[in-house]
C-alpha cells in the first residue's frame, strides 16, 4: 500500500510536468482616446495691436544743374550755386563746364532721346540756342522796376521770357595804359585826339574788335543808331549806320595796319605798344597781371556825341529751365532763381564771378562801385542795349562781321557798305 501510494504520488507529479505553461493573460489595449479639440487662438483685435513705424518721407532728388560758364570760374560758380541751393533748401547736383561743350553734349542727348538738365546756367547765347533746340521752358516774366533792360531783352522772344536773368557780363570797357596816357579820354573827339598822339615810333593810339560786331554797335550808339528797327528787324543802310562806319574808319587810323585782328592788337596792348584799348570784361585778366610792361587804367566808355554814356550791348546770364521740368521740381529751380535774386546773392555774383547783378538796386553795392571795371560798366548797364534770342540781330551782327573788312581795306564806301549789310542781314532774316 506503502509502495501503491509512492507510484500514484509519481504518476500525479509526471502529469503534472507535462501540462503546457498557462499563456499569460493579455493586458487590455487602452481605450481610444478622443482626438483634443483644439482651443481658438485670441483673434488680432483680441490684444492691442503694436504700432508700426511711421512711414519715412523720401528725400527729394536733388535737382540736376549744368552750370556753363568760363573756365576759370567753373569753381566760384559751382561754390556759389551750392550755397545759394542750400540757402534756398534746395538739393542740387551740379555739373560744369564750358558753354560750347555743354552744347555739344545737349546736341548728342537730344539725339539719344536724353531729358535735358534740370536747370541750366548760361549766358544769352546759351539761351538762344537752347531755345531753338526746344531744350528749355518760359519762365515767369521778372520784374522790370529793378532789372536791368539789357537781360530782360536778352531773354525775350515771341513774347515770353526764356530764362531768369542773375547776371550781365560781356560789357566793353576803355582800357589805358597809365605810362603814355595820364587821364582818360571822356568823349569821343578826345579819344580821337589821344590815339592819334600816341601813333607812331612803333606805338599805336587805339586797339579794338574792328570787324566785330558787339564793338560797331559801340560806334553806332554813339552815331545814335540802332542795329534793329521798331519791328525788330535789321536797320543797317540808315544814316547814323554810315555815321558810324565813317567813324569807325577816322579811329581806325591809329591802330595796327590792317588787316590786324583783334588777338594782334590785344598782344600789342599786353606788351605796353598800345596806348588806348577798347576790349571786354573777358579780357581783364589777361592784362592784370602784367605790370611790367602794361600799368593798367580802367575807365568808362567815352560819351557819345548826343553827350550822354555811350553803351555797348549787354550779354545776360540766366537760369533756365528745363523743358520738361514741372510741379514740385519746377517749384524748386523757381526758389533758387528768387534767391540769387536776392541782395546779398547779387552782390555775391559780381564779387565771385566779376558780373555785372541783373539787379539794378545792386549795382550801388560797393562790391560793384569799389570795382573799377564793374563801376565803369554800370556807368552805361541801365541804358545799355540787349542782344534778344532772335534770327534777325543774329543776322544783323553776321551781315556787319561780313561786311566790314571791305570798308576797312578801302575797297567800298561807308554807303555800300551799309547798304551790302542790309541786304545781307534781310536775306538772311526772311529765311
Not at 20 to 28: C, D, E, K, L
Request: net charge negative.
Amino acid at each position: 500500500m506503502a509502495l501503491y501510494a509512492r507510484v500514484l504520488i509519481l504518476i500525479l507529479l509526471l502529469t503534472a510536468c507535462s501540462q503546457p505553461a498557462a499563456a499569460p493573460t493579455p493586458s487590455p489595449e487602452p481605450a481610444a482616446t478622443p482626438a483634443a479639440t483644439r482651443t481658438p487662438l485670441p483673434s488680432p483685435t483680441a490684444a492691442p495691436p503694436t504700432a508700426s513705424p511711421p512711414t519715412q518721407t523720401p528725400e527729394p532728388e536733388p535737382l540736376t544743374v549744368w552750370a556753363a560758364g568760363d573756365e576759370a570760374h567753373h569753381d566760384a560758380l559751382a561754390r556759389l550755386l551750392t550755397d545759394a541751393a542750400a540757402d534756398a533748401g534746395v538739393p542740387i547736383r551740379i555739373r560744369s563746364s564750358t558753354s560750347d561743350a555743354m552744347i555739344a553734349r545737349l546736341r548728342v542727348d537730344q539725339i539719344d532721346g536724353q531729358p535735358p538738365p534740370d536747370v541750366i546756367w548760361g549766358d544769352g547765347n546759351d539761351l538762344a540756342i537752347l531755345r531753338t533746340m526746344g531744350l528749355i521752358q518760359a519762365v515767369r516774366p521778372t520784374p522790370a522796376d529793378d532789372t536791368l533792360p539789357a537781360v530782360i531783352t536778352g531773354a525775350t522772344a515771341d513774347d515770353q521770357q526764356w530764362g531768369a536773368p542773375v547776371g550781365a557780363q560781356g560789357f566793353l570797357l576803355l582800357l589805358y595804359n597809365r605810362k603814355f596816357v595820364e587821364s582818360p579820354p571822356r568823349t569821343i573827339d578826345a579819344l580821337i585826339a589821344v590815339a592819334r598822339a600816341n601813333t607812331g615810333s612803333g606805338r599805336f593810339g587805339l586797339v579794338a574788335g574792328w570787324t566785330e560786331a558787339r564793338w560797331f554797335a559801340f560806334w553806332l550808339d554813339i552815331t545814335g543808331g540802332e542795329m534793329l528797327d521798331a519791328n525788330g528787324m535789321p536797320s543797317l543802310d540808315a544814316p547814323a549806320v554810315v555815321a558810324a562806319l565813317e567813324l569807325l574808319r577816322t579811329v581806325r587810323r591809329y591802330g595796327p595796319t590792317p588787316p590786324s585782328t583783334y588777338d594782334e592788337g590785344a598782344r600789342f596792348f599786353r606788351r605796353g605798344r598800345a596806348a588806348l584799348a577798347i576790349d571786354g570784361d573777358w579780357a581783364l585778366e589777361g592784362y592784370r597781371g602784367l605790370t611790367d610792361t602794361l600799368e593798367l587804367g580802367i575807365a568808362p566808355l567815352p560819351l557819345t556825341n548826343r553827350g550822354t554814356p555811350a553803351t555797348a550791348p549787354l550779354t545776360g546770364v540766366y537760369l533756365m529751365y528745363g523743358a520738361a521740368l514741372d510741379g514740385q521740381r519746377l517749384a524748386q529751380a523757381e526758389t533758387l532763381a528768387t534767391t540769387l535774386r536776392e541782395p546779398a546773392w547779387q552782390a555775391r555774383i559780381a564779387r565771385d564771378l566779376g558780373m555785372l547783378p541783373a539787379s539794378i538796386t545792386a549795382l550801388n553795392d560797393p562790391v560793384v562801385t569799389d570795382d573799377p571795371a564793374l563801376a565803369a560798366a554800370a556807368t552805361y548797364a541801365r541804358s545799355a542795349p540787349g542782344i534778344p534770342p532772335t534770327r534777325p540781330i543774329r543776322c544783323a551782327w553776321d551781315a556787319v562781321e561780313i561786311e566790314l573788312p571791305s570798308l576797312l581795306l578801302g575797297r567800298r564806301t561807308a554807303a555800300d557798305t551799309a547798304a551790302a549789310m542790309q541786304r545781307r542781314a534781310m536775306a538772311c532774316a526772311e529765311r
